[in-house]
T-cell receptor
C-alpha cells in the first residue's frame, strides 16, 4: 500500500510564474490536508479537502492560492504569480474515508518550492 | 487559538543516553496529541498518537505521555542511537481538520 505521494519533490519557479503541486492520498483515503513549512518555522495548516469539496481553507492566503481535489486524480495546490515568500516545503497528508478524531494523519515527503 | 511550543529547540546527547523532549499547548481541549519524526529533506513519520483520554503510549524505545490539564506532553527516548538523530515534532489536534504543530526539537545523537 503506497503512502501519500507528492510530486514534484523539488520545484523551481521564477517570480510571477505558476506553481502546481500534486498529491495522491493513500489508497482508500478521501480526505486531504495541505500544510506549509517555512524555513525555521513549524508546519502551518492551509486547507482541508474531501473529494470535490473544500471543507476548510482558513489557513490559505486569500489571493493567488487555490486547491482542488477532483473526483478523479490527485489533489492540486496551485500558486499563481509566485513570490519569493512562497518558497517553502509544502506537505500533503491524508486520512481515511471516515473521519475519526483519533486516527493519525499520514504525510507525504513534501514538495520543496524555490522561487528565484 | 491553539499554540504549541517545543523546548529545547535543539539537543545533542551522547549515544546510549536517555532523553526527554517537551511539548506544551495552550488549549487543553484537544482530541489527541501526535509525535512525528522528520528527517532532513523528508516528510513526517508518525511515531506515537495519544488520545485525549489516554495518559501515555509506548512503541519500542519511545514513550509519550500526555497531561491535558497542564497542557503538556513529553517524548521519552531510551538508550538513544545515532539513527535517532532527526527533528521531532509534536502536534495537537483540536478539530476534525486541523493539527497545530510545534516548531520541533532537532536531536543529534553523537556516536
Amino acid at each position: 500500500n503506497a503512502g501519500v505521494m507528492q510530486n514534484p519533490r523539488h520545484l523551481v519557479r521564477r517570480r510571477g510564474q505558476e506553481a502546481r503541486l500534486r498529491c495522491s492520498p493513500m489508497k482508500g483515503h478521501s480526505h486531504v490536508y495541505w500544510y506549509r513549512q517555512l524555513p525555521e518555522e513549524g508546519l502551518k495548516f492551509m486547507v482541508y479537502l474531501q473529494k470535490e469539496n473544500i471543507i476548510d481553507e482558513s489557513g490559505m492566503p486569500k489571493e493567488r492560492f487555490s486547491a482542488e481535489f477532483p473526483k478523479e486524480g490527485p489533489s492540486i495546490l496551485r500558486i499563481q504569480q509566485v513570490v519569493r515568500g512562497d518558497s517553502a516545503a509544502y506537505f500533503c497528508a491524508s486520512s481515511p474515508d471516515r473521519i475519526k478524531n483519533n486516527s493519525p494523519l499520514h504525510f507525504g515527503n513534501g514538495t520543496r518550492l524555490t522561487v528565484t | 487559538k491553539q499554540e504549541v511550543t517545543q523546548i529545547p529547540a535543539a539537543l545533542s546527547v551522547p549515544e546510549g543516553e536517555n532523553l526527554v523532549l517537551n511539548c506544551s499547548f495552550t488549549d487543553s481541549a484537544i482530541y489527541n496529541l501526535q509525535w512525528f519524526r522528520q528527517d532532513p529533506g523528508k516528510g513526517l513519520t508518525s511515531l506515537l498518537l495519544i488520545q485525549s483520554s489516554q495518559r501515555e503510549q509506548t512503541s519500542g524505545r519511545l514513550n509519550a505521555s500526555l497531561d491535558k490539564s497542564s497542557g503538556r506532553s513529553t517524548l521519552y527516548i531510551a538508550a538513544s542511537q545515532p539513527g535517532d538523530s532527526a527533528t521531532y515534532l509534536c502536534a495537537a489536534k483540536t478539530g476534525a481538520n486541523n493539527l497545530f504543530f510545534g516548531t520541533g526539537t532537532r536531536l543529534t545523537v553523537i556516536p
